[in-house]
C-alpha cells in the first residue's frame, strides 16, 4: 500500500518514520550527480534519523563531487554500489527515473521504497511513501519540518548541512523561490552558531583552477539567438580535456549565462560518450522544466530550472538543434 501526499501532513512524516523503525538497513540517495541541497538534505536526514529511529542503520549513498569535502559529516558517503542490499531506499531531491544504475537496482530490490523531493515535474506515483512539497524553496527546508515534527532540534552540525541545501537551491537567497519562511529558516540555522559564510562561499564561490579554464572556454564560446533572447554554452568532452576539468567544475555556469542581459533563456549542454546533459534557466514565463520534459520524458525540476539527459549522435549537431528549440520557445 502507497502513502502518498503533498506536503509535509503530519501522519506522512509519522509513514515515513515507521518504516524506518520497522526495518534494519535504510539507504538515502539522491539523483545521479548530486547537487547541495541534494547532498545536504541526505546527510541531514541521516543525522534526525539517527536521533528518532537509533536502531536502524542509515546509510548516505552518492558519487558526490570534492566541492563538499568541507562538510564534517563528508566521509560518511559511500559509492553507489552501497546500496545494495536496503530494505527501504529513500530518494531525496530528483525521483527514482535519475538513479544511477546500481542504486536503482537497489531501489527496485527493496522491500519499501520513499520519496522527498520538491520539484514540480516529479512523479509520486510507485513510492510506498511519497513526500513532495513544491512550495518548499529546497529538499533541505523539507528536511528541517521533518527534524521539528519530529522534535530533533537543531544543532550546528545539523544545521550546517540544511543550511547549505537552502543556499544552494535559492542561489544564496537571489532565486524567486525564496519566500519568507525561506529567510526565517536561515535565520533557525544561523543562530545555532554556523559559519555561515564560509558555507555560502564553499558551496557557491569556490572554484578549482581547472574550473577557471574551462569557464573561460564555455563563455567564449557561447552562442546566442540572433534576436539574443536565449543562449547556449557548450562543453564538450574536448573541453574538459583540454581545460583539465570536470563536470563538477561546471556548477553555477548556466546561472551566469541566463544573467546576461537580455536573455530569456540559458542552456548548457555538457558532452558525455553519446549522450548530452542539459541544464536550462529562464529569467521569464518561459517554463524550462516543460523544455526539459520535451526532450526526454524522465528531465524536468523547476519552472525555471530544469534539465535533461538525452541520447545524441554528434555534439556540435545536437547544439544547434537545441538552440532552434529554444530560439522558437521564446518567441511563442
Known amino acids: 500500500m502507497s502513502d502518498t501526499v503533498s ?6 512524516a509519522d509513514a515515513l518514520l515507521s518504516r524506518v523503525r520497522g526495518s534494519k538497513r535504510v539507504v538515502l540517495t539522491g539523483p545521479e550527480g548530486p547537487d547541495g541541497d541534494s547532498i545536504g ?27 563538499y569535502r568541507f562538510l564534517q559529516d563528508f566521509p560518511l558517503m559511500l559509492p553507489n554500489s552501497a546500496a545494495a542490499g536496503a530494505e527501504g531506499v529513500v530518494v531525496l531531491d530528483g525521483d527514482c527515473k535519475r538513479l544511477p544504475a546500481e542504486v536503482s537496482a537497489a531501489f527496485a530490490a527493496a522491500r519499501w521504497t520513499g520519496l522527498i523531493d520538491h520539484h514540480h515535474s516529479t512523479d ?16 533541505c527546508g523539507m528536511v528541517a ?25 535559492t542561489g544564496a537567497f537571489r532565486y524567486s523561490n525564496t519566500k519568507p ?3 526565517r529558516l536561515a535565520a533557525d540555522l544561523v543562530e545555532t552558531g554556523i559559519d555561515h559564510s564560509n558555507i555560502v562561499l564553499r558551496t557557491l564561490v569556490e572554484r578549482r583552477p581547472a574550473a577557471l579554464r574551462v569557464m573561460g572556454m564555455v563563455f567564449g564560446g557561447a552562442r ?8 547556449v554554452g557548450t562543453v564538450s568532452l574536448d573541453t574538459l ?37 542539459i541544464s536550462l534557466r529562464s529569467r521569464g514565463a518561459l517554463n524550462v522544466a516543460t523544455i526539459a520534459q520535451s526532450l526526454n520524458p524522465n528531465g524536468g525540476g523547476h519552472a525555471k530550472a530544469a534539465g535533461c539527459v538525452v541520447p545524441m549522435d554528434d555534439f556540435d549537431t545536437f547544439v544547434d538543434q537545441l538552440g532552434a528549440v529554444l530560439e522558437a520557445a521564446t518567441r511563442l
Open 145 to 169: 519540518g521533518l527534524a521539528a515534527a519530529w522534535g530533533v532540534p537543531l544543532g550546528p552540525e545539523l544545521a550546517e548541512l540544511l543550511y547549505m541545501g537552502v543556499v544552494f537551491d
Open 224 to 231: 546566442f539567438a540572433p534576436d539574443g533572447r536565449s543562449l
Open 124 to 139: 509520486i506515483a510507485g513510492y510506498s511513501v511519497s513526500l513532495l512539497d513544491a512550495k518548499s524553496e529546497s529538499t
Open 41 to 67: 538534505a541526505c546527510l541531514a536526514l541521516r543525522r534526525v534519523l539517527a536521533i528518532v529511529a537509533p536502531g536502524v542503520q542509515v546509510d548516505v549513498v552518492g558519487a558526490v563531487s570534492a566541492r
Open 7 to 12: 506536503g509535509l501532513a503530519p501522519a506522512l
Open 181 to 183: 519562511s525561506t529567510h
Open 241 to 277: 580535456r583540454m581545460a583539465s576539468a570536470k563536470e563538477s567544475d561546471l556548477d553555477g555556469v548556466v546561472d551566469v549565462l541566463q544573467h546576461i542581459e537580455g536573455v530569456e533563456v540559458a542552456a548548457l549542454v555538457t558532452e558525455r560518450k553519446g549522450m548530452a546533459k
